[in-house]
T-cell receptor
Framework: KAGVTQTPRYLIKTRGQQVTLSCSPI?????VSWYQQTPGQGLQFLFE???????NKGNFPGRFSGRQFSNSRSEMNVSTLELGDSALYLC??????????????FGNGTRLTVT | GQQLNQSPQSMFIQEGEDVSMNCTSS?????WLWYKQDPGEGPVLLIA?????ELTSNGRLTAQFGITRKDSFLNISASIPSDVGIYFC????????????FGKGITLSVRP
């Protein structure tokens, strides 16, 4: 069974630009969550999608948005990039909403560098 | 908000030694998870715990869900070089909209 796939693996953008990251969950998994990982803050929850609806949202500004498609694939978008947005963005999937009793399985992330 | 505390930030052990890590919280969680992250990769689930007092093993790894539901422990026995990595604990409350809260992680180094 293929794992969670994130593309691209690496991105370099400049301040003010926008970026879209993609995530394909494990086949059959309907819940997709996004996390931002930085050395100082660790893993911070961005949002969770289930059945194309955002079910939960972390404490990030509105520049961070996402969506989920009918095939459970998900994208997240960051607009007006800032230097502090440089991070590893991790996508995780689970079979059910909220991931209770169905732990998250992570992809290898997209490393975003903002210059 | 909820926070999970993992300390120390780094641990250095000799190959073959056992190591224990703990994770504490000021809040009660209903689920505790332990993940390991290797450089350049995403976190990989090691052990999931769903019941207070539960003790679960996965090979050389053993984890326990604290009876107070505010802590969890991960033990690695007979460490080997590939145990090197960052170990994260994560807690979750019940409910469909409950997200995972992660600790900051412990970086484990194993000297051959």
């Amino acid at each position: 069974k293929a794992g969670v796939t994130q593309t691209p693996r690496y991105l370099i953008k400049t301040r003010g630009q926008q970026v879209t990251l993609s995530c394909s969950p494990i086949s059959g998994h309907r819940s997709v969550s996004w996390y931002q990982q930085t050395p100082g803050q660790g893993l911070q929850f961005l949002f969770e999608y289930f059945s194309e609806t955002q079910r939960n949202k972390g404490n990030f500004p509105g520049r961070f948005s996402g969506r989920q498609f009918s095939n459970s694939r998900s994208e997240m978008n960051v607009s007006t990039l800032e230097l502090g947005d440089s991070a590893l963005y991790l996508c995780a999937s689970s079979p059910r909403e909220g991931s209770y009793n169905s732990p998250l399985h992570f992809g290898n992330g997209t490393r975003l560098t903002v210059t | 908000g909820q926070q999970l505390n993992q300390s120390p930030q780094s641990m250095f052990i000799q190959e073959g030694e056992d190591v224990s890590m703990n994770c504490t919280s000021s809040s009660i969680f209903n689920t505790w998870l332990w993940y390991k992250q290797d450089p350049g990769e995403g976190p990989v689930l090691l052990i999931a715990l769903y019941k207070a007092g539960e003790l679960t093993s996965n090979g050389r790894l053993t984890a326990q869900f604290g009876i107070t539901r505010k802590d969890s422990f991960l033990n690695i026995s007979a460490s080997i070089p590939s145990d090197v990595g960052i170990y994260f604990c994560a807690g979750q409350l019940n409910g469909a909209n409950s997200k995972l809260t992660f600790g900051k992680g412990i970086t484990l180094s194993v000297r051959p």
